[in-house]
């Protein structure tokens, strides 16, 4: 068990900008949260997937930002037109079949929009 | 629609001294509440969880939290700080056992002072 991995770990990024994210969860967690993180605040949900089905969004996850899970493994978060209010820590979540409830984060990415 | 709210941002102990975290929930449901700690620059790591068994659950590193149905309430405690207990902490709060996301609060950062 490798735990839940992110990549890169930190990006910077001119306004205006694309970006995409990457996520692997732990192996056979069929769910994968994805939340964002700001300054001095706790995470908020963005996103989840159910194996490659994505199930629920956040109103936060406005037209610019686009998830998949295409064969119910890793995931990848994209940003278009990156703006510097996206600038933040985005965490990966996954948990297991048989309690969904408990999650486990990867390290995060941290984004920094100039 | 679930909340928490965590009472002080910050709070400082002095090594050896009692840790209280307040944290204060809203659900609908039956909840599901967690604590998780963050330490700089990296992702979350889970504490303990409250799944609707015992009140009183113990996690790691000999943190224990009750859950109060009645006070609505999910208070971290540690009866002895040790210096490596400084973070942030997060509380946390699901709507049961198939939820798809948890709902966190703004955390509170703990100080230990030698």
């Known amino acids: 068990d490798t735990g839940v991995s992110q990549d890169p770990r930190h990006k910077i990024t001119k306004r205006g900008q694309n970006v995409t994210f990457r996520c692997d969860p732990i192996s056979e967690h069929n769910r994968l949260y994805w939340y964002r993180q700001t300054l001095g605040q706790g995470p908020e949900f963005l996103t989840y997937?159910?194996?490659?089905?994505?199930?629920?969004k956040s109103r936060l996850l406005s037209d610019r930002f686009s998830a998949e899970r295409p064969k119910g493994s890793f995931s990848t978060l994209e940003i278009q037109r990156t703006e510097q209010g996206d600038s933040a820590m985005y965490l990966c979540a996954s948990s297991p079949v048989a309690q969904p409830y408990e999650q486990y984060f990867g390290p995060g990415t941290r984004l920094t929009v100039t | 629609a679930q909340s928490v709210t965590q009472l002080g941002s910050h709070v400082s102990v002095s090594e050896g001294a009692l840790v209280l975290l307040r944290c204060n929930y809203s659900s609908s449901v039956p909840p599901y509440l967690f604590w998780y700690v963050q330490y700089p620059n990296q992702g979350l790591q889970l504490l303990l969880k409250?799944?609707?068994?015992?009140?009183l659950v113990k996690g790691i590193n000999g943190f224990e939290a009750e859950f109060k149905k009645s006070e609505t309430s999910f208070h971290l405690t540690k009866p002895s700080a040790h210096m490596s207990d400084a973070a942030e902490y997060f509380c946390a709060v699901s709507d049961g056992a198939n939820a798809g996301k948890s709902t966190f609060g703004d955390g509170t950062t703990l100080t230990v002072k030698p």
């Open positions: 997937f159910q194996n490659e089905a994505q199930l629920e």
């Open positions: 409250y799944t609707s068994a015992a009140t």
